[in-house]
């Protein structure tokens, strides 16, 4: 069965796998070509001939045009993506509220944080299983952070709930600058996007694995590119996300890859409250 295709124009990086994994996995299935020759009909001679039971009649209309059957397969919808979205933040902060109320100790959330880890790289190659590993990675993630901000809270108070609706209101304001068209999202800033992500990254795995980074040795200073730095990266994954979404939306995959859209926003999100996290609480 042929597939809903569309070009991805001037996408690149991690915004074209993921939207090529949405079209691949979750692509609606379009009706085939009507059968040539309906039962009871046959073109002799160039004209159309229908057997009555006893006899062939001439019918020069030829055979009635019959409709092509339609997928029931609900299309992709941007909107129930974002609402997706929601439902995962609503598991998180409520997984994130229990484990700092039972005092869940940093050491068992780094293990959540590495089976976090585990459950969205798998995910990311399982788009199928979207819709049952994000919720998992929700609460996984959720109750890692929510022990990570208690221990932060613990030290300067009001900072996890400051970030909380910053992280909301970043959301919104992204989204709203997208769709109105303020920030577009092209080549160039997806290979930016994706440039300035592994550079951090790398940055980061070199400070963790104990080697000196030239001008990092101020704690203002590891805020300034752990933090403002990480929350640049994740405000543009927001809008490559966005993009992404848009397409698929576009190209009429089935609702099935609405879960694995808001599962990729998740990512985004998680890197997003942390950089507030470290910035509103020096840390």
Not at 33 to 47: K, L
Not at 112 to 127: K, N, Y
Not at 146 to 174: C, D, K, M, N, P
């Amino acid at each position: 069965m042929a597939r809903v295709r569309t070009r991805a124009s001037k996408g690149s990086a991690g915004m074209a796998r993921g939207f090529a994994r949405l079209e691949r996995e979750f692509g609606t299935p379009q009706p085939g070509p009507a059968a040539a020759v309906p039962p009871g009909w046959t073109f002799f001679q160039g004209n159309w001939w229908q057997w009555s039971g006893s006899q062939w009649a001439y019918v020069p209309a030829g055979p009635p045009q019959t409709r092509p059957a339609v997928s029931d397969a609900r299309p992709f919808i941007a909107t129930e993506v974002y609402n997706k979205v929601g439902v995962l933040s609503g598991i998180a902060l409520v997984s994130g509220a229990l484990a700092a109320l039972l005092h869940l100790p940093l050491g068992g959330a780094m293990v959540l944080v590495l089976a976090a880890f585990v459950v969205g790289l798998v995910g990311i190659f399982t788009p199928r299983q979207a819709a049952v590993l994000a919720p998992i990675y929700a609460v996984l993630e959720g109750a890692a952070l929510g022990s990570l901000s208690r221990a932060i809270e613990t030290q300067s108070h009001g900072v996890v709930a400051l970030s909380i609706v910053a992280t909301g209101a970043i959301f919104l304001g992204t989204l709203v600058a997208y769709r109105t068209g303020l920030v577009r999202v092209g080549r160039t800033f997806v290979i930016a996007t994706v440039v300035a992500g592994w550079g951090l990254l790398a940055v980061m795995l070199g400070v963790m694995a104990g080697l000196a980074v030239p001008g990092l040795g101020a704690d203002a200073t590891r805020v300034i590119v752990f933090g403002v730095l990480y929350l640049l990266v994740g405000t543009m994954d927001l809008f490559v996300d966005f993009e992404m979404v848009a397409r698929a939306e576009r190209a009429g995959v089935s609702a099935e890859g609405e879960w694995y859209a808001a599962f990729l926003i998740m990512f985004a999100l998680v890197m997003v409250y942390l950089a507030l996290l470290r910035i509103l609480g020096r840390r």
